[in-house]
């Protein structure tokens, strides 16, 4: 009679099996589902700052003049449901809403409008999406306003001078002098808009350190000499009897001139 053995299974090597199986199968589920989360929420309200919306500002890049007027407007992509632009400038001092979209160039003691070709850079901002917020400080109610998008457009402001005048102090025109007497000239300059120069409003401000507003020469240096004093006037000496000459203010390709009349 011949007997035959029992074989027991391999528990050990059929549960590690099953094991590295099971790993197997749940790190495929979990990369399965981290790749299907990905962002829940859908952007779809216009109002939501994460929903895309481009504002491209068109106006003007550059102002040259006091009180000078710029108007601009914002193209939006996509169409947006609220067509109510509100308008704003990062520096209403220096560029003040007037009307907007429409903003005017001021000047403020504080940091007055620039002589060119110094400049100050400002913003002009295209608000959509306005959203009130009331919160309690101090015992009080304090309202703020935010906006869902916000278009930005850089703007330079300056003072461009186009015209410069000489006057002898008070008008463009000057008394004969006898020999070694003193004249004291002056020079104004004007924006295209006819303003004076913002930083030297008044007749007699003259600064005695700064770019000379003008250069003064004497066409004749043997009639009349010339020495600047300050940053806009100079004092004329007449030298010699009987002569007549010209006190030539320069200021780039601008010019303009006094006669001197020697007794």
């Known amino acids: 009679m011949i007997r035959v053995k029992a074989m027991r299974p391999d528990l050990t090597r059929a549960r590690g099996t099953r094991v590295v199986a099971l790993a197997g199968a749940a790190a495929l589920v979990i990369g399965i589902t981290f790749v299907a989360c990905g962002d829940p929420y859908l952007h779809t309200n216009p109002y ?3 929903f895309p919306v481009e504002i491209a500002i068109s106006g003007p890049d550059t102002l040259f003049s006091y009180s000078q007027l ?3 407007s ?3 992509t996509p169409v947006f449901p609220d067509t109510a632009v509100e ?3 990062s520096d209403t001092d220096n560029f003040a809403p007037s009307g907007a979209p429409t903003f005017r160039v001021s000047s403020v003691d ?3 409008l620039p002589l060119y070709p110094k400049t100050i850079a400002v913003s002009v901002m295209a608000l959509l999406g306005q959203e009130d917020t009331t919160l309690g400080i101090n015992g009080s109610a304090v309202r703020s306003h935010n906006w869902s998008h916000v278009g930005t457009k850089n703007v330079i402001l300056t003072q461009r001078v186009v015209r410069i005048q000489l006057r002898c102090p008070d008008t463009h025109a000057c008394d004969t002098l006898a020999a070694g007497a003193t004249w004291s000239v002056w020079v104004d300059g004007y924006d295209a808009l006819g303003y004076q120069i913002v930083t030297l409003a008044s007749a007699t401000a003259n600064p005695a350190t700064g770019t000379p507003i003008a250069t003064f020469v004497a066409r004749d240096t043997t009639v009349a000499s010339v020495a600047p004093v300050g940053i806009r006037a ?7 009897s009987g002569g007549t000459t010209w006190i030539v203010a320069m200021r780039d390709s601008l010019r303009d001139s006094l006669q001197v009349v020697v007794r």
């Open 74 to 76: 914002a193209q939006i």
């Open 48 to 50: 939501d700052p994460a």
């Open 70 to 72: 710029a108007t601009y």
């Open 234 to 240: 100079a004092t004329v000496t007449a030298l010699k």
């Open 87 to 89: 308008w704003a400038s």
């Open 110 to 112: 504080s940091l007055p």
